[in-house]
């Protein structure tokens, strides 16, 4: 419930943000067209064919930050902590949202699949949720805000032992506090 408040408060920023810097930006000159300060009140939908393609386009950005929010997992390749472009778009939703929200603190949970040993599997999942971390930090989380945990391999979602199962195993889970 908590989070469901905060996001729909931080899509409500978004869409109040985008819609304030659209406006002016895809219409220079609209004030001195429609006659000075009442024009640069007017809302977007009274722009014309401009302001209402603007509205859309600040529409679709809300409804896919709010499918990225929805979205609680980082995924990783075998052996690696790298972070492709998915799961980058995903980071940077929950960072904007962290930073939007700052009462809010977030533990990133490091998880691996079965192969490699015990101890190896514990520093991969960390090395995950410090990268996971790291990109928070450089997106203006701060640091004291981000718990970072391993599991190793001791959390599997998926208990089959074929690549689609361990795709599913080799994740960080994005956790809010």
Known sequence: MKNTKHLAASLLLVLALAGCAGEQATKPGA??????????????????????????QERMKAQRQAELLAQKRVHFAFDSSAIDDEARAIIEAHAAHLVANPSINVQLEGNCDERGTREYNLALGERRAQAVEKMMKVLGVAGNRIKTVSYGEEKPLCQEHNESCWRQNRRVEIVYK
């Open 31 to 56: 004030a001195e067209e429609k006659g000075g300060a009442a024009a640069q009140t007017a809302p977007a939908t009274e722009q014309g064919a401009g302001g209402a393609a603007l509205s859309e």
